[in-house]
């Protein structure tokens, strides 16, 4: 798989969990290249600009692409599903982001503002974790098998014994997105964030779904 950065924001978060090993943090400078879609980008590859060896997460970035996406569907970007971070890394990148405590309502501009952006982007890796759900259902799994990373496995396992279903990280999303409304709403770099949060309701498909997240369930916890 080539790693496509689909908004600057998830080039940088991507960077940030897979610093080289000496600890550098900023990947090597890029090189012209071309998308597999065809559009020019910067290919990030080549010796660590501190240690010198391999760097280990290459990434490309199209030149077109923006900072970061306006609305709650394209802030990471979109339409489909990451190819940098899987979907257990985004619930990590989500609890790292959201590890925080409430600020009281009286707090100062700065505090609240720095609240708002550490949960506006939490809220969004929520829905990164969605986009790997294929089935539209709201029994619709996403489960380590869709991981390709050990710490993406190892996350998922650890918070929902190796499975979790759509309405359950929707409910957990709204949770996050209640706590912005408070303060405002979503708001990044004194952007907001605009645009709907649904959440799935019954349909003809459940059943099935359900007995799959059974079964899904069992297979996993053997």
Known sequence: MTRIARTVIESEVYVGLNPCGCGAGTPPGPSAATAPDGRPML?????????AKPWPAPFGLPLDVPRFGTTWDTFFGGPGPSTLLDPGEWLLVEKQLASGSIPARNADAATITEFRSMITMATAAINETLRFITDPSQYGLVTVDDCWTGRGRAELTARYRGYTWRRRLEAFREGLSG????????????????GALTLTGPGPGDDAS?????????RLMR
């Open 43 to 51: 290919w990030h590859d080549g010796p660590c600009p501190q240690c």
């Open 179 to 194: 706590s912005l409304m408070e303060f405002g709403g979503g708001l990044f770099e004194n952007v907001p964030i605009t």
């Open 210 to 218: 359900m007995n799959r997240m059974v079964a899904t369930g069992r």
